[in-house]
T-cell receptor, first 107, second 114 residues
Framework: GESVGLHLPTLSVQEGDNSIINCAYS??????FIWYKQESGKGPQFIID?????DKRQGQRVTVLLNKTVKHLSLQIAATQPGDSAVYFC??????FGAGTRLAVHP | SQTIHQWPATLVQPVGSPLSLECTVE??????LYWYRQAAGRGLQLLFY??????ISSEVPQNLSASRPQDRQFILSSKKLLLSDSGFYLC?????????????FGEGSRLTVL
């Protein structure tokens, strides 16, 4: 069945470093993906999305890369800050969410 | 602007007791509405979604039910709670049923069943 999963459950980085969070999906027909950020005790918030006709999309300090050949997408956060500490989810549809990666930023 | 409210924020209930979690959306009409459960340290599991008043789709068999009595109101219920119903419940809305578009989540309701 469909699945969207993550390679790393926890990622620890130093403040100022770049972070890369990965996500794999299984449905080759998927044409839209979203990254969400969830801070402790709160609901997820939209970060960035990408359609399958794109390989890359940039936002403020964040970049999402999509590799349709290997069904993989990644979220890159530049100059990671303590406020970036959260759990990050990729989502394919409202039904299909990844398990999440916890990003811990150390000063 | 659109807002989503979810309550109560925290709930501790005994096994066998009933449950009612409420969610309302303001500032939009005919939203798609969703209920998710999130176990500790886990991802989101879609429980129910609704594309209109009185229209409920259940994603997984379970002890819970959902209702949409008004356009912008979504209620999650149970007649008798189980220990396994404990978790973090999230309500969300989306503008339409297209294949794109982000979900807007509420702040969540943490349920502990003892």
């Amino acid at each position: 069945g469909e699945s969207v999963g993550l390679h790393l459950p926890t990622l620890s980085v130093q403040e100022g470093d770049n972070s890369i969070i990965n996500c794999a999906y299984s449905n080759s027909a998927s044409d839209y993906f979203i990254w969400y950020k969830q801070e402790s005790g709160k609901g997820p918030q939209f970060i960035i999305d990408i359609r399958s006709n794109m390989d890359k999309r940039q936002g403020q300090r964040v970049t999402v890369l999509l590799n349709k050949t290997v069904k993989h997408l990644s979220l890159q956060i530049a100059a990671t800050q303590p406020g970036d500490s959260a759990v990050y989810f990729c989502a394919e549809t409202p039904r299909v969410f990844g398990a999440g990666t916890r990003l811990a930023v150390h000063p | 602007s659109q807002t989503i409210h979810q309550w109560p924020a925290t709930l501790v209930q005994p096994v066998g007791s009933p449950l009612s979690l409420e969610c309302t959306v303001e500032g939009t009409s005919n939203p798609n509405l969703y209920w998710y459960r999130q176990a500790a340290g886990r991802g989101l599991q879609l429980l129910f979604y609704s594309v209109g008043i009185g229209q409920i789709s259940s994603e997984v068999p379970q002890n819970l039910s959902a209702s949409r009595p008004q356009d912008r109101q979504f209620i999650l219920s149970s007649k008798k709670l189980l220990l396994s119903d404990s978790g973090f419940y999230l309500c969300a809305w989306r503008r339409d049923s297209s294949n794109t578009g982000e979900l807007f989540f509420g702040e969540g309701s943490r349920l502990t069943v003892l």
